[in-house]
């Protein structure tokens, strides 16, 4: 069973840049498809970005981040990350990376996922 750990989040000001991090243990993310959510107080979790199992294919993101974050996978070094510029004061959340076994394809459906990391919190002041 793969373990997930983010990191990387923090308070920042509108306008600036984070890399978040999600790093696997007991099981290769390479065999996952690998999604990003957030989730900010008082709303449901919501779809971020995804991508797919293996292979180089281009990842989805919600309108919300595009042209404005981008997720890749290292897999040497068994991690995903989430490279997150031009941030907004309603990016404010806890962000989650999640793993779905079963999918080649990356989904955005939360249910779908099997594994979910602890958060990171991020903070954008205006």
């Known amino acids: 069973q793969v373990q997930l750990v983010e990191s990387g989040g923090g308070l920042v000001q509108a306008g600036a840049s984070l890399r978040l991090s999600c790093t696997a243990s007991?099981?290769?993310?390479?065999?996952?498809?690998m999604g990003w959510f957030r989730q900010a107080p008082g709303k449901e979790r919501e779809f971020v970005a995804a991508m797919m199992r293996i292979g180089a294919s281009t990842p989805y993101y919600a309108d919300f981040v595009k042209g404005r974050f981008t997720t890749s996978r290292n897999n040497a070094k068994n991690t995903l990350y989430l490279q997150m510029n031009s941030l907004k004061p309603e990016d404010t959340a806890v962000y989650f990376c999640?793993?779905?076994?079963?999918?080649?394809?990356?989904?955005?459906?939360?249910?779908?996922?099997?594994?979910w990391g602890q958060g990171t919190q991020v903070t954008v002041s205006s």
């Open positions: 007991g099981g290769t993310l390479s065999r996952y498809a």
């Open positions: 999640a793993a779905d076994q079963d999918r080649t394809l990356p989904t955005a459906d939360v249910h779908d996922y099997d594994y």
